[in-house]
């Protein structure tokens, strides 16, 4: 799940289909519980894990970013932030 996280932030930055790879890794990650597949708090821990990751997979991109003193427009391109500015 950690490198998953971390795969699925950089697609996201990187190519149109990684909201759809998103999307499949949350909705995969919702049915197991609701199919009794898996348990809840298994649940609870996959995405802790799936966010840590993706927390990790973003460093390279700041990094990045900074470097070439683009910072503000990588701020701008985070989903949901222009929503909520």
Avoid: C, H
């Amino acid at each position: 799940m950690l490198v998953s996280g971390a795969v699925a932030i950089n697609i996201y930055f990187f190519k149109p289909t990684g909201a759809s790879v998103m999307i499949a890794i949350g909705v995969y990650l919702v049915l197991g519980p609701v199919f009794r597949i898996r348990k809840w708090r298994e649940f609870g821990s996959d995405v802790l894990i799936l966010l840590w990751g993706m927390a990790i997979g973003f460093v390279p991109l700041v990094i990045f970013y900074i470097w070439q003193g683009q910072l503000p427009a990588l701020l701008t391109s985070i989903p949901l932030v222009d929503e909520i500015t």
